[in-house]
């Protein structure tokens, strides 16, 4: 008896225990290509431990739901493998083998054996999309279609819609009449990203319907948030100058900063008014418009004009003007020497004054002056006129030779009145004309006034009288 018992007690001292096990229904897996199937195994543990899970001769259509597994002690947990063969996955019987170990050193394995079948249907082959995924961005969808049963489907339908995180936006539908054994029908979609689109998931959902069958398959792209600017720019001209009026307009589906650019030449810089750029930098103007909302548009405006430079410029041509027309000319000045009350035979002398300011040497200035027919010409000294008598008086003229600048030249004629005259007497306009610079001017002195005011000869004339008395 003692024997026997220490033969059990060898024996079980001889099996290997284990702190955790894994426990899998089928060892075979049967999975047509194109499909997917779950494989659960369920994990066992003794003790409270971390297992790690690795496949062993993997391929690329096989996964599992974890990679590492806590177990409290005495808790089961289930692992899950998926199988889906893609559709280029050749046919035929796999051996996977799934390795488990825990920190303590202790591994255990489990094969199963995955008959992948050949399929006998029409699949969407691929789903690609590409594109620049923002507002105003675009997104081309291709899809792919292969027959692979062996004979000829007619009467396909190819339905594809693409959703934002919100709504629906667009659907498509496409029907293909035949699809011979083994052939590929390439379908592509070109969408164009609304303005404003909302930031997200986007969904391209790919159904296709053949003899009662319908296959699908789900694509999604992620819409960035980002700023998008418009800018539009018209001119319009001014009396002197423009005005230009630009437009931002963020068509983006996030509030950002837009900058603005504008080249002005030097010239129009000098000229420009309107709202301060930022900076200015080898003729370029940049502006910053700050936080424009998604859908608000900005103006910005400006204006270059020349008024200041023309109403410049015409003050500088009236000054040249007058200076060469009203400065720079020979002035004459016709004057009176005797302040006294007209009386007949009374002598006046007469004086004009001439005044070469043009800056040059006149050579011929012809000086003329008027004399009425109530007063006499009694010659003066130095240059004698030439007279020529009308019933009104007579007109004398005086011919100078080479006035040089600024040089004064001083005429002179005595006129006795013919009879006496209360109050005073304006005399003709003496004028000088000469050559220009293109043609000939003429310039007017003043009047003249002779005699005393009326009030003053009544005055005299008593005092007179008191004296003889």
Known sequence: MKIYTFLVAIILLSVPTFAFTMFMSEDTQIVPIGTSKEVNISVYSTKSDDISFSILDSKPWITQSTELMHLDGGSTKTLTVF??????????????????????????????????????????????????????????MNVIIRNYKTTTVKNLKVSASISSPVTKLIE???????????????????????????????????????????????????????????????????????????????????????????????????????????????????????????????????????????????????????????????????????????????????????????GRKIENVTVKDFVPSVFNIKEGEGLKPVRKKTAAGAELTWKLKDVHKNEVRILSYKILPVFGVHGTIRLPQASVSFMGRKKTVEIKSAFANIGVETENYGEKHGSSRNKNN
């Not at 018209?234 to 002197?240: A, I, Y």
């Open 172 to 358: 498509f539908d496409q029907n293909i009449d035949s699809l011979d054994s083994g052939e590929m029908k390439n379908i592509t979609y070109n969408f164009i990203i609304p303005k404003m689109a909302k930031s997200g998931l986007y969904t391209f959902d790919v159904k296709l319907e053949s003899e009662g069958n319908v296959r699908e398959k789900v694509r999604t792209f992620l819409v960035s948030s980002q700023a998008k600017f418009t800018e539009t720019s018209s001119q319009q001209p001014l009396v002197l100058g423009f005005s230009r009026t630009i437009t931002v307009t963020n068509i983006g589906n996030f509030a950002d900063d837009a900058t603005v650019t504008a080249t002005l030449s030097p010239f129009e810089a000098a000229f420009y008014s309107g709202e301060k750029p930022l900076s200015i930098v080898n003729d370029e103007f940049t502006w910053v418009l700050e936080s424009i909302n998604p859908g608000e548009a900005r103006t910005l405006y400006y204006r270059v004009d020349y008024t200041s430079l023309f109403l410049f410029l015409v003050v500088i041509g009236f000054a040249v003007w007058i200076f060469f027309y009203k400065v720079r000319i020979i002035r004459i000045k016709k004057f009176i020497l005797e302040k006294k009350f007209i009386e007949e035979g009374e002598e006046f002398t007469v004086g004009i004054e001439i005044a070469n300011s043009t």
């Open 83 to 140: 199988l889906t063969p893609f559709l280029d996955t050749m046919p035929g019987i796999y051996k996977i083998g799934l390795l488990a170990e825990s920190p303590t050193g202790e591994q255990q394995s489990k094969f199963m054996f995955v008959n992948v079948e050949k399929i006998n249907s029409v699949e969407i082959d691929k789903v690609e999309i590409t594109g620049n995924y923002t507002p105003t961005g675009y997104a081309n």
